[in-house]
């Protein structure tokens, strides 16, 4: 079961710019298609860089044009557990894409020695390879297998697990419930940190709010500490540098929310210091990448979770969840 973010998110355009939008995405080039068991794979190219698709919804790229290159921008808050947690060694990704961030990860940090990367879909591991440019190496390892099976049976303990699970635009439900976040605490170090990309309306503090509202209540029930990166940088950039809107849509946004089950020390003073300790070489990256604007958007508001539910996956088998998902989120 797949939970979409237009369930309760309406993207509104600034005038003129749903039709500068519609220019962007008509100006792409089909490179390669392929029918896998899960989706229609396309590889298009524009103005912009080149981009992985399921059906007709982005799902992963490379962005190379005015000034921006290297992930789509969302992806660079994955980055900043560097920041927090100094020995990071062991890292594990659900869901590949098209593999540019195990790259940006390894330029990063010269003492991480295992990236294990776990991707249900080989059509997915082939086109990265052919298309994106990802390398299989000593450190990193691409396991052909469903992501929540995968961690039921892991007996490595991770220090950074990042979850980043999409399908035809869509959220699979079984990679947002409590029992999953279980499983996945299990087999994170004690200081680990998880990272997840999860969508939500622009006023996080919205009542219409109520999937994000409840994925956060569901984090909160699991690990100790929840830090919020709404991708307000992130997605300023893509609209606005990226695909040259006059500004980023309202209503959806991405969020990369972390967990851990551990005390977080978390301010941008101490990102701060902290970015100190790299070499040289990778300050220069972390530069060229504008890693102090995406540290600044760290959420220190209050985000009210009592008037909904924590998932289950007990709830999938409810017909009446899925037929009406948002009120049956609701407490009151």
Same mark, same amino acid.
């Given at each position: ?249 309202? @209503?959806? +946004? &991405? ?15 101490? =990102? $701060? !210091? *902290? ?25 220190? @508001?209050? +985000? &009210? ?15 009446? =969840? $899925? !037929? *009406? ?8």
């Amino acid at each position: 079961m797949l939970i979409y973010p237009d369930i309760e998110v309406e993207t509104s355009f600034a005038k003129g710019d749903e039709e500068l939008f519609e220019k962007f995405l008509n100006s792409e080039k089909e490179l390669f298609s392929i029918e896998s068991d899960f989706n229609e794979i396309k590889i298009v190219e524009n103005k912009a860089g080149k981009f992985m698709k399921f059906n007709d919804a982005y799902q992963a790229g490379i962005v190379d044009y005015n000034g921006c290159s290297g992930n789509l921008p969302h992806m660079n808050y994955f980055l900043i557990p560097f920041f927090m947690n100094l020995n990071i060694k062991n890292v594990l990704i659900l869901g590949l894409g098209s593999g540019r961030l195990v790259k940006d990860i390894l330029s990063v940090s010269n003492i991480v020695n295992c990236i294990d990367i776990v991707e249900i879909d080989d059509k997915v591991i082939n086109i990265s390879k052919d298309w994106f440019g990802f390398e299989e190496n000593e450190k990193t390892k691409v396991h052909l297998q469903d992501a929540r099976v995968f961690v039921r049976n892991s007996k490595k303990k991770y220090d950074l697990i990042i979850l980043d699970i999409f399908s035809n635009d869509g959220m699979p439900y079984r990679f947002m419930t409590e029992e999953f976040l279980e499983e996945i605490s299990k087999i994170l170090s004690k200081r680990g940190l998880i990272g997840a990309n999860i969508f939500s309306h622009s006023k996080i503090d919205s009542e219409k709010n109520i999937i994000f509202k409840s994925m956060l209540k569901t984090y909160q029930n699991v690990y100790k500490e929840i830090l919020i990166f709404p991708s307000m940088y992130g997605d300023e950039r893509f609209y606005t540098d990226i695909i040259e809107l006059s500004q980023k849509p309202e @209503g959806l +946004i &991405n969020i990369i929310l972390f967990a851990s089950k551990s005390k977080l020390q978390a301010s941008y003073s101490y =990102f $701060e !210091k *902290n970015i100190n300790v790299f070499d040289a070489d990778k300050v220069e990256m972390l530069k060229l990448i504008g890693i102090d604007n995406y540290l600044q958007d760290l959420y220190n @508001g209050i +985000i &009210n979770v009592k008037s909904v539910k924590i998932l289950k996956d007990e709830y999938e088998k409810d017909k009446s =969840f $899925e !037929k *009406n998902i948002l009120n049956y989120l609701k407490t009151g």
